[in-house]
């Protein structure tokens, strides 16, 4: 019986749309993130110039991300705060390790009074 479950067991692949999906929400949840450098499209995913790569050796992905940051807020430490929850949350959900993550802040929002 083992034999026949080891038998069926095939392979998992997960699609980078899914882990840029969960990378956009991990960043987008953290406080002081007011939103990605850019939209995340067909296009852009097409192109590889969207705000969110992923890059895959093996099994392990690498991921890098621009971000736009709230006016008034410490950029560096937002930007700690998202390596941290898109590191997490990527691992968490798809079961792919994640070497590492690269934020680059691509602005500051003001808030329209």
Request: hydrophobic content about 50%.
């Amino acid at each position: 019986m083992d034999d026949v479950k080891k038998a069926a067991i095939g392979k998992l692949k997960i699609s980078e749309d899914v882990i840029i999906t969960v990378a956009r929400l991990a960043a987008l949840d953290v406080k002081g993130v007011a939103g990605l450098g850019g939209e995340v499209n067909k296009m852009s995913k097409l192109r590889n110039n969207g705000p969110i790569r992923v890059s895959m050796m093996g099994d392990v992905a690498a991921i890098d991300m621009k971000i736009k940051v709230k006016y008034g807020v410490k950029a560096a430490d937002v930007a700690t705060d998202v390596q941290a929850a898109v590191k997490e949350n990527v691992q968490n959900m798809t079961g792919i390790a994640v070497a590492q993550v690269n934020v680059t802040i691509s602005g500051a929002v003001f808030d329209q009074p």
